[in-house]
């Protein structure tokens, strides 16, 4: 008899393992596993134990090395997923991929990023790592897995949170919550095994222990750091493309300094326009405006969310200038600025 | 595996993996002798073992044996000189140690 049970679990290592534990406890023995699947099949119930391990550091041929060891040593052994990807023909993309190098094709070592072991219970215990500096080094890479999905993950629902100040969007919002709540479930496992590390530092204190050199903690940060580049690409990425339809223009050696109540921008030739949202509450405003032309048309407008026309320009020269602007009550006002072959910039502050 | 920087000392994973192949081991063979010959106070885990036997092959204190039968997947392992050395070192600095600690915890004046 089999079954195909669906799951997914945030606590991949320690979550993942109880379960299929419990799960052999009960009389079923895993038999295969897809991304999001594990086929059981009947056996003795108690008749074999799991363990799982944390391998996506390493090359593929060094896993594969690892995989084909345990294997020597009469243990069963199953690759399985962190990620869940999409397909599109053979090469794989991992919506929050850790590097480049993992989103090209398959076969590889996408997907296999864990590795879970079968065996045969003969009431010994099943551990894999029983020496102190290596259980420490398990458990600091594995802490350092959980951190870096829930770092990536949270990093990602707080730039989908900010870009929501400028370009309002219920996606992002969205967006944002399902990136907090999934970074927050990898926060969990990850402070749990970061607590095991504090533990069995104390313990290496007095025995046997070896600290990890220099280069080695050089070498570890590498991958954390490319994972740190590409992520902030894949989001300037989006968040470039989700401002393309706020926004339409082509521009020439721009600039541009946006942040709080400023936003700076110059270039050498700006077709098309640019909008900013600004929230203002009741109350009299300054926007402090300074245009710099040197060819071409600039026009400069101020309006609210229902269509008040707080500041129209057309035409402006090089100039500064301020404009007043009363507001009965908290209004959503779009800057917008309309170029035509216009060469020099704007500089817009408001209090 | 590396050697405890402060005293030289080796871990009781790298000397007992060094002693178990001065003859040929393989994998599961280290595994069983370590166990053996501790009465089953040290069970290595095989991810340890994994980590211990590749440092080792790395400081070429033990060498990989050509497969003799074909067809065979177990890879095995012999001790090399340079083990040989660091194994007769590790031996000469517990022996020192026993020494000493048998004569303090008899009671014995220093």
């Given at each position: 008899m089999r079954k195909r049970v669906v799951?997914?679990?945030?606590?991949?290592?320690?979550?993942?393992?109880?379960?299929?534990?419990?799960?052999?406890?009960?009389?079923?023995?895993?038999?295969?596993?897809?991304?999001?699947?594990?086929?059981?099949?009947?056996?003795?119930?108690?008749?074999?134990?799991?363990?799982?391990?944390?391998?996506?550091?390493?090359?593929?041929?060094?896993?594969?090395?690892?995989?084909?060891?345990?294997?020597?040593?009469?243990?069963?052994?199953?690759?399985?997923?962190?990620?869940?990807?999409?397909?599109?023909?053979?090469?794989?993309?991992?919506?929050?991929?850790?590097?480049?190098?993992?989103?090209?094709?398959?076969?590889?070592?996408?997907?296999?990023?864990?590795?879970?072991?079968?065996?045969?219970?003969?009431?010994?215990?099943?551990?894999?790592?029983t020496d102190l500096t290596d259980s420490l080094a398990l458990y600091r890479k594995t802490c350092m897995a959980y951190f870096w999905y829930a770092g990536g993950m949270l990093a990602l629902a707080l730039m989908l949170l900010l870009s929501t100040v400028w370009m309002p969007s219920v996606y992002s919002l969205l967006g944002a919550g399902l990136?907090?709540?999934?970074?927050?479930?990898?926060?969990?496992?990850?402070?749990?095994?970061?607590?095991?590390?504090?533990?069995?530092?104390?313990?290496?204190?007095?025995?046997?222990?070896?600290?990890?050199?220099?280069?080695?903690?050089v070498l570890d940060m590498i991958p954390i750091a490319a994972g740190a580049i590409v992520l902030a690409a894949v989001v300037y990425g989006a968040l470039y493309l989700s401002g393309a339809q706020f926004d339409s223009y082509s521009a020439r050696g721009m600039l541009q300094l946006s942040w709080g109540n400023h936003w700076h921008v110059s270039y050498k030739e700006l077709n098309g326009y640019k909008q900013r949202r600004v929230t203002l509450d009741e109350g009299t405003h300054t926007f402090t405006i300074e245009?710099?032309?040197?060819?071409?048309?600039?026009?400069?407008?101020?309006?609210?969310?229902?269509?008040?026309?707080?500041?129209?320009?057309?035409?402006?020269?090089?100039?500064a200038f301020e404009v007043q602007v009363d507001i009965a009550a908290r209004d959503k006002l779009t800057l917008r600025v309309d170029a035509e072959g216009h060469s020099g910039g704007y500089k817009i502050r408001w209090e | 595996?590396?050697?405890?920087?402060?005293?030289?000392?080796?871990?009781?994973?790298?000397?007992?993996?060094?002693?178990?192949?001065?003859?040929?081991?393989?994998?599961?063979?280290?595994?069983?002798?370590?166990?053996?010959?501790?009465?089953?106070?040290?069970?290595?885990?095989?991810?340890?073992?994994?980590?211990?036997?590749?440092?080792?092959?790395?400081?070429?204190?033990?060498?990989?044996?050509?497969?003799?039968?074909?067809?065979?997947?177990?890879?095995?392992?012999?001790?090399?000189?340079?083990?040989k050395q660091m194994a007769q070192k590790e031996l000469n600095r517990l022996s020192e140690l026993y020494g000493l600690a048998s004569r303090i915890i008899g009671g014995e004046p220093l």
């Open positions: 799951r997914y679990f945030f606590d991949f290592t320690d979550g993942q393992e109880k379960w299929l534990n419990e799960m052999a406890a009960a009389g079923w023995r895993l038999v295969k596993c897809g991304q999001l699947t594990y086929d059981f099949e009947r056996c003795e119930p108690g008749e074999y134990e799991y363990a799982v391990e944390f391998v996506a550091d390493q090359s593929y041929a060094k896993s594969q090395d690892y995989k084909a060891f345990l294997e020597s040593m009469g243990y069963k052994t199953f690759y399985k997923n962190i990620n869940v990807g999409l397909y599109i023909g053979k090469v794989k993309w991992r919506p929050w991929g850790e590097g480049a190098g993992q989103m090209t094709t398959a076969p590889g070592s996408f997907q296999k990023e864990l590795i879970i072991v079968e065996k045969k219970k003969d009431g010994k215990p099943f551990e894999l790592h990136c907090g709540v999934l970074g927050f479930r990898w926060l969990i496992p990850g402070v749990k095994t970061s607590r095991k590390v504090r533990r069995l530092k104390e313990e290496a204190t007095t025995n046997e222990y070896e600290a990890p050199s220099m280069k080695k903690k245009i710099t032309t040197n060819a071409g048309e600039l026009d400069l407008s101020i309006t609210g969310e229902d269509g008040t026309v707080y500041y129209q320009g057309s035409g402006l020269p090089t100039s | 595996m590396r050697d405890n920087t402060a005293g030289g000392a080796l871990t009781e994973t790298t000397f007992l993996v060094l002693l178990s192949t001065y003859t040929p081991n393989h994998g599961y063979g280290i595994m069983q002798f370590i166990e053996r010959v501790t009465n089953g106070r040290v069970i290595l885990g095989a991810g340890t073992l994994y980590g211990a036997i590749n440092a080792l092959l790395k400081k070429k204190w033990i060498a990989p044996v050509e497969n003799i039968e074909p067809g065979s997947n177990k890879k095995e392992y012999v001790i090399t000189d340079l083990g």
